[in-house]
């Protein structure tokens, strides 16, 4: 990029704060309507609920901000990375998005605004992301190839076993067809899975909650109320049937280390923290807190793994809190300071998951009681988006 396009990409950082959102809105609506082979990258659900324009609306604005020193962007693009090797975006979707972008942008802004120099230096800024983009995306799909185990794309999976864990959650166990071995993943990643559903193709990530075995995948999927995907695979997909898998992504992973461990989840968010708690209490260097918050009984999985590491592990500790009903000699209500005050211990690495309300207020809270942003870790499910 030029110093001038340069300069003209920070000039529209005011108008990217107020109008961002309708912009990336707009965008979605020009691509989602007229370029069919994209449309199975994205939830609609996200679409729908404005999650997906807000997160890309942050996204475009942060890197509008820092299009100067792109090292002050931290985890973000490693983020998107991540995300777009779990759903297999490939080099020849960036220039339907370009095309998209450049046009919304015009379209939104208005041709007073939005000046063929404007355009150009959105073009070149574009363009300069998206080749980073497609750089590390094609040397971690180059990566997973080539470890044992690995693959490129679609691999075929079979069910082996489909075990209800609650009334909204079930577990798929998965197997490769070909019968060979399967990748190791760090515990917190995630899968993709390519769904045909009425003819329709969509692709859903998944998190994987048991650690890596070399042999088989588990992922625990809640029935979400209208939901294609989670219906779809509850109420159609068991034993014996087959699914294309892409390989495990994501950053939100566990770190080695000694330190107390502290993990935190709400509702379908405790997937991910089984398999780091499984991982870190079978390696048995630290201490491990497992909190986790759920409606009710009903809604409660995994209760009994939870209970059987309580029993095999000393160093395990859980504390369950159902919202509606107590349990046992167990809390009940929501999630309150008092609580991660007396179970969290200040000196721990903590990792939470779970709807955003919910993400925010341990996150603001682990904060108070002293622990450092660098001991804080979370992802959301779905697009990221701004935690407070």
């Known amino acids: 990029?030029?110093?001038?396009?340069?300069?003209?990409?920070?000039?529209?950082?005011?108008?990217?704060?107020?109008?961002?959102?309708?912009?990336?809105?707009?965008?979605?609506?020009?691509?989602?309507?007229?370029?069919?082979?994209?449309?199975?990258?994205?939830?609609?659900?996200?679409?729908?609920?404005?999650?997906?324009?807000?997160?890309?609306?942050?996204?475009?604005?942060?890197?509008?901000?820092?299009?100067?020193?792109?090292?002050a962007l931290g985890a973000l693009p490693a983020q998107i990375i991540q995300k777009h090797v779990a759903l297999q975006i490939l080099p020849e979707h960036y220039p339907i998005v370009g095309t998209c972008l450049l046009r919304a942008i015009r379209e939104v802004l208005g041709e007073e605004i939005a000046t063929d120099a404007v355009i150009e230096a959105w073009g070149a800024a574009y363009w300069q992301l998206a080749n980073i983009l497609i750089g590390a995306e094609g040397a971690e799909y180059d990566r997973l190839a080539a470890a044992p185990g690995g693959w490129r794309g679609a691999r075929q999976f079979r069910v082996t076993r489909k075990q209800?864990?609650?009334?909204?959650?079930?577990?798929?166990y998965l197997e490769p067809v070909d019968g060979g071995a399967v990748v190791d993943f760090q515990p917190g990643q995630y899968l993709g899975l390519r769904l045909t559903i009425d003819g329709q193709e969509l692709r859903r990530n998944y998190s994987l909650s048991q650690k890596a075995d070399g042999r088989t995948l588990r992922i625990s999927v809640k029935r979400e109320p209208g939901g294609v995907a989670s219906n779809h695979l509850h109420d159609h997909v068991g034993q014996?049937?087959?699914?294309?898998?892409?390989?495990?992504?994501?950053?939100?992973?566990?770190?080695?280390?000694?330190?107390?461990?502290?993990?935190?989840?709400?509702?379908?968010?405790?997937?991910p923290t089984l398999a780091m708690a499984q991982a870190a209490l079978e390696e048995g260097k630290r201490d491990v807190t497992f909190i986790h918050?759920?409606?009710?009984?009903?809604?409660?999985?995994?209760?009994?793994?939870?209970?059987?590491?309580?029993?095999?592990?000393?160093?395990?500790?859980?504390?369950?809190?159902?919202?509606?009903?107590?349990?046992?000699?167990?809390?009940?209500?929501?999630?309150?300071?008092?609580?991660?005050?007396?179970?969290?211990?200040?000196?721990?690495?903590?990792?939470?998951?779970g709807p955003k309300p919910f993400m925010g207020?341990?996150?603001?809270?682990?904060?108070?009681?002293?622990?450092?942003?660098?001991?804080?870790?979370?992802?959301?499910f779905g697009p990221a988006e701004a935690l407070d």
């Not at 009710?296 to 995994?302: C, L």
């Not at 999630?335 to 179970?343: D, G, M, T």
């Open 293 to 353: 918050y759920a409606r009710n009984g009903d809604v409660h999985a995994f209760g009994d793994v939870i209970d059987g590491w309580a029993r095999n592990y000393p160093r395990f500790t859980a504390h369950i809190v159902y919202e509606q009903g107590g349990h046992e000699d167990g809390p009940s209500g929501r999630p309150s300071v008092e609580q991660l005050q007396a179970w969290v211990p200040v000196e721990a690495d903590a990792y939470f998951l």
């Open 164 to 172: 209800v864990e609650s009334a909204e959650i079930v577990s798929f």
């Open 1 to 71: 990029m030029t110093p001038e396009q340069t300069a003209i990409i920070k000039a529209t950082v005011p108008l990217l704060e107020t109008g961002g959102e309708a912009l990336t809105t707009h965008f979605y609506r020009i691509m989602l309507s007229e370029y069919d082979e994209v449309r199975p990258l994205f939830n609609q659900a996200h679409q729908a609920h404005g999650t997906q324009p807000r997160a890309l609306a942050n996204a475009v604005l942060q890197y509008a901000r820092h299009i100067d020193n792109l090292g």
């Open 240 to 271: 014996g049937d087959v699914l294309d898998v892409f390989p495990p992504a994501g950053e939100f992973v566990l770190a080695s280390g000694e330190a107390p461990l502290a993990l935190i989840s709400g509702g379908i968010g405790v997937t």
């Open 361 to 380: 207020f341990v996150n603001r809270t682990l904060a108070q009681i002293g622990l450092p942003e660098t001991r804080r870790h979370f992802e959301f």
